[in-house]
């Protein structure tokens, strides 16, 4: 073999290896989904190494009942015990009991896709919730293979102690603690009380490992952990550090396990309070028209847009403090008809050390018109209530129109409680003042309160400071829609805005007074 003969062998010998490598290497365009009526094939999307699967295919796959409503992109899959439905774009699976008609709503890491006239849900991220709705032991065999194999059984647990409470972890952070009380039962009710460090929490109908739950910390906020049944209900005792301030007890997402925030004070140390006292000085206020650009926000009865009703409101409620606040800055996320990312809007907020964030909004029903009306203060936590839950999608859905919505995907289940843990120091002074607006709107305004509530906003989530959010009324009812779209309405809007900052500043500067 010539020289040249052997050159010509290496190089095709490599451009095969090159191939091969390269064949290998990526993922397969289908998925087969096997179920005891034969194999079927779906099409998948790869993005940043996540497989999402169609829906619809899936569906067809396994022979499952499903609506595909074309207009909102939504799609429903029926179960024998459960709904389950998904929407393009939005991060939520909505899982609907066909017994009670109860509905809970689970955010996945990252949102879902529309591509080719088909919705893409996230494989791995998914597929539990698709677990429990459908009733089947469903596998995923890596990389491109799910397979069905049959009714879930629950399992004996050989290791069962037969106590419902069976451990706690306790994970310090600077602002605070997160507390994961491990149950095998659900717990609907409990209550909690504090007196002289102790931090006492009474767990109704259920069992504890006494022994398995004591601790003793030689530091941090919690310092030791007693645990003891009392009739048929537990008492768990905390035994705190003097920096406790707070705390808020909430069942976790997805399992029978509580969730505990204990928060801590502001101020740790006293040399530290005069340097920061400029800090606290409420010398900037941050005004957040939502939505705005290509992003219209709902739209109302007569095609009235959101976007236009929260910066004309945003717009005259910062004329209001320009002219009366002259020592109060005023900082806008946007001040005409611009998109701005979620994220952003607390950044700018940041940057500019605002010492309170107001984000304007209006509401909306996915029927128009409707007889829903009135107006709504949202405080940053996780929503508690179907209804809040269903706003919060709906506001956080505006990350479709971002080129990276995947920066919010870690924003689930505990790592959201942590977020809303950092907003602790300031959670006071969100409450106080979510609590004069109501007040001073109810009594300003025509349109009638619906409450302070709590939902998981991301517009929120970035701003380091006192925030609430508002939905100033329902574009979807004719009568609110009327004043809302009106200079006069957005003016008086502005105005009882406007007072309640002037209260609320009284009372933070007298609390800056006594803790500085």
């Not at 939504?74 to 393009?88: G, Q, W």
């Not at 007890?249 to 920061?276: C, M, P, Q």
């Not at 109302?300 to 409620?317: C, Y």
């Not at 946007?334 to 994220?343: A, C, I, M, P, Q």
Request: with cysteine; glycine share 6%; aromatic share 10%.
């Amino acid at each position: 073999m010539t020289n040249k003969d052997l050159m010509k062998l290496k190089l095709s010998l490599l451009i095969f290896l090159l191939f091969a490598g390269f064949a290998s290497s990526q993922t397969s365009d289908r998925l087969a989904v096997v179920t005891s009526s034969g194999t079927k094939y779906i099409p998948v999307y790869e993005r940043q190494g996540i497989i999402y699967f169609s829906l619809v295919h899936f569906a067809e796959a396994i022979s499952a009942n499903y609506y595909y409503n074309e207009e909102t992109r939504k799609v429903e899959l029926k179960f024998d015990k459960y709904n389950l439905k998904i929407t393009t774009k939005n991060p939520y699976i909505v899982l609907t009991s066909r017994k009670n008609n109860q509905s809970e709503s689970y955010q996945l890491p990252t949102s879902t896709y529309f591509i080719d006239e088909q919705i893409f849900v996230p494989l791995v991220y998914s597929i539990d919730y698709f677990i429990k709705a459908s009733g089947n032991n469903i596998v995923y065999e890596k990389p491109d293979k799910i397979v069905f194999r049959g009714k879930v059984i629950p399992e004996k647990d050989e290791t069962k102690t037969g106590f419902d409470i069976t451990g706690i972890n306790v994970d310090e952070k600077v602002n605070g603690t997160l507390v994961r009380v491990k149950s095998e039962k659900r717990i609907a009710t409990y209550t909690s009380s504090y007196k002289n460090n102790i931090l006492m929490i009474v767990f109704r109908n259920v069992n504890v490992d006494e022994e398995k739950l004591a601790r003793i910390y030689g530091k941090g906020l919690v310092r030791g952990i007693n645990a003891r049944n009392t009739g048929k209900d537990t008492e768990i005792e905390f035994t705190l550090s003097n920096e406790y301030t707070t705390n808020e007890v909430l069942n976790a997402e997805g399992s029978n396990d509580i969730l505990i925030t204990i928060h801590n004070k502001i101020f740790a140390r006293n040399e530290e309070r005069e340097k920061n006292k400029s800090k606290w000085d409420f010398d900037v206020i941050v005004i957040d028209a939502g939505h705005g650009g290509k992003d219209a926000g709902a739209i109302g009865v007569g095609g009235v847009k959101e976007k236009d009703v929260n910066l004309g409101v945003a717009l005259k409620l910062g004329e209001f403090i320009e002219k009366e606040m002259k020592d109060v800055k005023v900082v806008y996320t946007r001040k005409n008809d611009t998109f701005v990312e979620l994220y952003k809007r607390g950044k700018i907020a940041n940057e500019e050390d605002g010492k309170l964030f107001i984000s304007i909004h209006c509401n909306s029903t996915p029927k128009k018109p409707s007889d829903a009306a009135g107006f709504e203060v949202y405080l940053l936590r996780p929503g508690r209530t179907k209804e809040a839950i269903s706003i919060a999608e709906r506001e956080n859905s505006v990350i479709q129109y971002e080129e990276n919505p995947e920066k919010y995907e870690k924003l689930t289940d505990e790592n959201f409680i942590l977020v809303t843990m950092a907003h602790s120091a300031y959670m006071k002074y969100s409450e106080k003042f979510s609590d004069i607006l109501n007040k001073q709107m109810s009594v300003d305004l025509p349109v009638s309160s619906r409450g302070v509530k709590q939902a998981g906003f991301y517009v929120l989530v970035g701003a380091s400071m006192p925030s609430v959010l508002i939905e100033t009324g329902f574009l979807s009812n004719k009568k609110d829609t009327d004043y809302l779209k009106s200079s006069k309405g957005q003016k008086n809007i502005a105005e009882a805005i406007y007072k309640s900052i002037k209260n609320f500043r009284e009372y933070y500067e007298k609390v800056m007074q006594t803790e500085l």
